[in-house]
């Protein structure tokens, strides 16, 4: 037998209409009933249409072709299936964000993907969450966990496994003055790849790998100015956060009269296909875009269509992607 919205009131116990307005994630409908009826249509097996439906994709970083490329493949994985991704510029934690989702809450929203946004942020505002779930409405991150602690799927690079990446290239190509330009305190991926490189170090025997640690923007300034400092401290080599950061270490590495990689090694992070065109091309650390929007695909359409997904994070492998700007270690 075919199961409808007259099914699922019988079975609640209520109208119609608040199945209605239960199955399109509406507002009015109070937190007991809307639980009765989810329940009732988890038992019924009943899967909501989502032919039409958006999903919103929420990020800071549109201007990074990394974000824009994981984007576009969570639409290529959707579109298929009838639901359409949105992608929602916003400032990480911000009111833009909280927003930007109370606007299309009532459109027929069918998830949300908090992609390098909110979820990256120690402390961030929980208010955006509570009204998602409040409506039954799905939400997955990417590269960082959700400050409530609430359970859901994230799916984010191994950013200690980064690091690892780049120190271990870069000494055995003989650096032992290895610097860092990180992204701010308080950055969950920005933090990991921190305890990820003094790891890395004091694993090679480093005692004060923290005084090679700059913290900076995610941006090519941010870089430029990290590199200014640590080459002030002596070091051959760096590994930035991003590969924005990267290339503004190079800026500033050129601009103090040395070169790379004759005098100073770099390292990027992100692997954004431009990475592979600049002068010279970028040796960085890939994240696995392929990968992770593939994964945020399946289960938005599982979590759309009622069915378990599993909670917690999911670490994904990145790749060494060796090019022109690192090198052996100049001789003093």
């Not at 984010?156 to 990446?165: C, G, I, P, Q, R």
């Not at 271990?168 to 991926?189: E, F, K, Q, T, V």
């Amino acid at each position: 037998m075919k199961v409808g919205i007259v099914e699922i009131a019988a079975r609640a116990g209520v109208s119609e209409a608040t199945v209605s307005r239960v199955i399109n994630r509406r507002q009015g409908v109070a937190t007991k009933t809307r639980d009765a009826v989810e329940k009732a249509m988890a038992e019924l097996g009943y899967e909501r249409p989502v032919e039409g439906q958006l999903v919103a994709v929420i990020t800071e970083h549109v201007s990074n072709p990394f974000f824009a490329d994981v984007a576009e493949r969570i639409e290529a994985t959707l579109a298929p299936h009838g639901l359409k991704a949105v992608l929602c510029p916003a400032f990480p934690g911000g009111v833009q964000e909280r927003e930007f989702i109370a606007s299309i809450i009532d459109k027929g929203i069918a998830a949300v993907v908090f992609l390098s946004s909110s979820n990256t942020v120690e402390g961030a505002d929980t208010e955006t969450y509570e009204m998602l779930r409040s409506r039954r409405i799905p939400y997955i991150g990417v590269n960082g966990g959700f400050a409530d602690n609430v359970p859901a799927p994230v799916f984010s690079t191994d950013d200690a496994l980064a690091a690892e990446l780049a120190v271990d290239h870069l000494h055995r190509l003989g650096h032992r003055a290895i610097g860092m330009a990180s992204g701010p305190a308080g950055n969950h991926p920005a933090d990991r790849r921190v305890r990820g490189f003094l790891d890395a170090m004091a694993k090679r025997g480093s005692q004060d790998a923290e005084r090679w640690v700059i913290r900076q923007s995610y941006t090519v300034e941010g870089g430029q100015a990290a590199a200014h400092t640590l080459l002030k401290l002596g070091a051959t080599a760096i590994v930035a956060a991003s590969d924005y950061m990267a290339l503004g270490a190079i800026r500033g590495i050129r601009r103090q009269g040395f070169s790379v990689p004759g005098d100073v090694s770099v390292v990027g992070y992100d692997g954004s296909m431009i990475t592979e065109f600049v002068d010279p091309p970028l040796t960085t650390v890939r994240q696995p875009a392929d990968r992770l929007a593939l994964e945020v695909g399946r289960s938005i359409l599982s979590l759309v269509s009622n069915r378990e997904v599993p909670t917690g994070e999911l670490f994904f492998d990145p790749e060494l992607v060796i090019r022109s700007t690192t090198g052996p270690a100049p001789h003093k």
